[in-house]
C-alpha cells in the first residue's frame, strides 16, 4: 500500500512511520500469530488442561491508527507497542486460568513489569472486568528463524480468563466501554450489581467442581480399600465398584460348566435394578452378591444343563443373582417380572422371562426351605 493511503488518518510524522513499519512487517506478525498458537494449543492439550477457546488475532489498522492518535508520542517504533498481536485463553474454571498462567510463564519470556492482573485490581467494594495479561516474547530456545529476527524481539498479549469473564467483558464492551458519553449512575450500578453476580457463580462452579473431584477420590479410597458400607450407591461410586470386577468369579464359575467363553457386557444397567431394590449403599450390593453366589450359581447351572452354549454373557451371573435375591423376599414371579422392567423397561418378553426364570429356580434348594 502506498503512503498516501496512511496520510488519509492524519497522524502526526512519527506515528505515521509506526503505521507504515505496521504494514511492512504484516507477514512476520502472522507468522508469529501461527507459532505462538501452535504452542500454546499443543502444551495446553499435551499438560491436560481443558478449555474453552483460544483466541488469536492482530490488530486492525484502522484500531491501531486510532490508538497512535490518542497517544501520539508515546511511542518511538512498532516494537513499543506490546499489544498488535494479541492471544486470549478462555477457560471454563477460575483455577484453570492459574493452570493456563503457569504454562506461558514456562513457555514465554514474560516482561512482568507490563503485565496485569486485573482480578487483584478490585477494592472490596467494586467488582468488574476481571482478567490476566500477560506480555510475551518468543524465546530462541523454542523457536527460531534466521531468516525472522524480530520474531524473537516482538512482545505480544495473552489474555486469561475464564468464560463468564469473557462473557462479561463483551457484554460490558458493548454496552458502555470506551464511550464517548458518560453512563447514568443507575445503569453503572446495575452492571456492577451483575458483576459481582457472574463473579459470584465463576467461584460456585469452581467449589463445585473442587468438590466433585474430592468426592471422586475419597469414593475411589474407599472402593478400593473394601470399606463398601461408607460409599452411597450412585453411578460414580458403581462404576468404581465394577472396576474390580465383583462379578467375574460368578461369570467364570458358570462359565466352566460348558467350558464356556465370557461375552463382555456392561454391567452399569443394573444401577436402576439395584436402586429399585431400595439398595443404598455399595455394601447392600456386595453383601447380596456375597449371600447369593452359591444359588445364582445353581439357578444358571440348571439353565446351561443339557446346552451346549460354548458363550455366555456375562450379564448372565448378575441376573441369576437379582432372580434369587427377588425370590428370596417372596415376590415370586411379580417380582422377577419387575426387576426385569427395571433392568429394560416394559416388555412383553418380561413376563414369559420371568415364568421361565421361576420354573428354573424351583429345582433349587433355597426354594423349597
Given at each position: 500500500?502506498?503512503q498516501?493511503?496512511?496520510?488519509?488518518?492524519?497522524?502526526?510524522?512519527?506515528?505515521?512511520?509506526?503505521?507504515?513499519?505496521y504494514?511492512d512487517?504484516?507477514?512476520?506478525f502472522?507468522?508469529?500469530?501461527?507459532?505462538?498458537?501452535?504452542?500454546l494449543?499443543?502444551?495446553?492439550t499435551s499438560?491436560?488442561?481443558?478449555?474453552?477457546?483460544?483466541?488469536?488475532?492482530?490488530?486492525?489498522?484502522?484500531?491501531l491508527?486510532s490508538?497512535?492518535?490518542?497517544?501520539?508520542g508515546?511511542?518511538?517504533?512498532?516494537?513499543?507497542?506490546?499489544?498488535i498481536?494479541?492471544?486470549?485463553?478462555?477457560?471454563?474454571?477460575?483455577d484453570?486460568?492459574d493452570?493456563?498462567?503457569?504454562l506461558v510463564?514456562?513457555?514465554?519470556?514474560?516482561?512482568?513489569?507490563n503485565?496485569?492482573?486485573?482480578?487483584?485490581m478490585?477494592?472490596?467494594?467494586?467488582?468488574?472486568y476481571?482478567?490476566?495479561?500477560?506480555?510475551?516474547?518468543?524465546?530462541?530456545?523454542?523457536?527460531?528463524?534466521?531468516?525472522?529476527p524480530?520474531?524473537?524481539e516482538?512482545?505480544?498479549?495473552?489474555?486469561?480468563?475464564?468464560?463468564l469473564?469473557?462473557?462479561?467483558?463483551v457484554?460490558?464492551?458493548d454496552?458502555?466501554?470506551?464511550?464517548?458519553?458518560e453512563?447514568?449512575?443507575?445503569y453503572?450500578?446495575?452492571?456492577?450489581?451483575?458483576?459481582?453476580?457472574?463473579?459470584?457463580?465463576?467461584e460456585?462452579?469452581?467449589a463445585?467442581?473442587?468438590?466433585?473431584?474430592?468426592?471422586?477420590?475419597?469414593?475411589?479410597?474407599?472402593?478400593?480399600?473394601?470399606?463398601?458400607?461408607?460409599?452411597?450407591?450412585?453411578?460414580?461410586s458403581?462404576?468404581k465398584y465394577?472396576?474390580?470386577?465383583?462379578?467375574d468369579?460368578?461369570?467364570?464359575?458358570?462359565a466352566?460348566?460348558?467350558?464356556?467363553?465370557?461375552l463382555?457386557?456392561?454391567?452399569?444397567?443394573f444401577?436402576?435394578?439395584?436402586?429399585y431394590?431400595?439398595?443404598?449403599?455399595?455394601?447392600?450390593?456386595?453383601?447380596?452378591?456375597?449371600?447369593n453366589?452359591?444359588?445364582?450359581?445353581?439357578?444358571a447351572a440348571?439353565?446351561?444343563?443339557?446346552?451346549?452354549l460354548?458363550?455366555?454373557?456375562?450379564?448372565?451371573?448378575?441376573?441369576s443373582?437379582?432372580?434369587?435375591?427377588?425370590?428370596?423376599?417372596?415376590?415370586?414371579?411379580?417380582?422377577?417380572?419387575?426387576?426385569?422392567?427395571?433392568?429394560?423397561?416394559?416388555?412383553?418378553?418380561?413376563?414369559?422371562?420371568?415364568?421361565?426364570?421361576?420354573?428354573?429356580?424351583?429345582?433349587?434348594p433355597?426354594?423349597?426351605?
Amino acid at each position: 500500500m502506498e503512503q498516501m493511503d496512511i496520510a488519509k488518518y492524519g497522524l502526526p510524522p512519527k506515528e505515521t512511520l509506526i503505521l507504515q513499519e505496521y504494514r511492512d512487517k504484516h507477514a512476520t506478525f502472522e507468522k508469529l500469530l501461527d507459532i505462538v498458537k501452535n504452542i500454546l494449543t499443543k502444551n495446553i492439550t499435551s499438560n491436560h488442561i481443558y478449555i474453552n477457546a483460544i483466541e488469536a488475532r492482530i490488530k486492525a489498522e484502522d484500531s491501531l491508527a486510532s490508538k497512535l492518535d490518542r497517544k501520539a508520542g508515546k511511542y518511538n517504533e512498532l516494537l513499543d507497542l506490546t499489544d498488535i498481536l494479541g492471544l486470549r485463553i478462555i477457560t471454563f474454571y477460575n483455577d484453570e486460568v492459574d493452570k493456563v498462567a503457569a504454562l506461558v510463564g514456562h513457555l514465554f519470556e514474560i516482561d512482568w513489569e507490563n503485565s496485569i492482573d486485573k482480578r487483584k485490581m478490585h477494592d472490596i467494594h467494586s467488582f468488574g472486568y476481571n482478567s490476566l495479561h500477560y506480555i510475551c516474547r518468543l524465546p530462541k530456545k523454542l523457536y527460531e528463524d534466521p531468516a525472522y529476527p524480530e520474531l524473537n524481539e516482538i512482545r505480544f498479549e495473552v489474555q486469561m480468563r475464564t468464560a463468564l469473564q469473557h462473557a462479561w467483558s463483551v457484554l460490558n464492551h458493548d454496552t458502555g466501554y470506551k464511550t464517548t458519553f458518560e453512563i447514568p449512575r443507575e445503569y453503572l450500578r446495575n452492571m456492577n450489581r451483575l458483576a459481582g453476580m457472574l463473579e459470584l457463580v465463576d467461584e460456585q462452579f469452581c467449589a463445585i467442581r473442587t468438590g466433585i473431584i474430592k468426592y471422586r477420590r475419597q469414593v475411589e479410597s474407599l472402593v478400593h480399600s473394601g470399606e463398601f458400607d461408607e460409599v452411597a450407591l450412585d453411578s460414580e461410586s458403581f462404576g468404581k465398584y465394577l472396576e474390580l470386577k465383583p462379578f467375574d468369579a460368578l461369570n467364570k464359575r458358570i462359565a466352566s460348566i460348558n467350558q464356556a467363553e465370557i461375552l463382555e457386557a456392561s454391567h452399569m444397567k443394573f444401577l436402576s435394578v439395584f436402586s429399585y431394590f431400595g439398595f443404598k449403599t455399595l455394601g447392600d450390593v456386595d453383601r447380596m452378591l456375597t449371600n447369593n453366589s452359591d444359588d445364582a450359581y445353581q439357578l444358571a447351572a440348571f439353565q446351561l444343563a443339557g446346552t451346549d452354549l460354548d458363550i455366555i454373557n456375562s450379564s448372565l451371573g448378575v441376573i441369576s443373582l437379582c432372580t434369587v435375591y427377588t425370590l428370596k423376599q417372596g415376590t415370586g414371579i411379580d417380582g422377577i417380572e419387575r426387576f426385569l422392567e427395571a433392568l429394560n423397561g416394559k416388555s412383553k418378553n418380561n413376563r414369559t422371562r420371568a415364568e421361565n426364570l421361576y420354573r428354573a429356580a424351583q429345582t433349587l434348594p433355597f426354594m423349597k426351605k
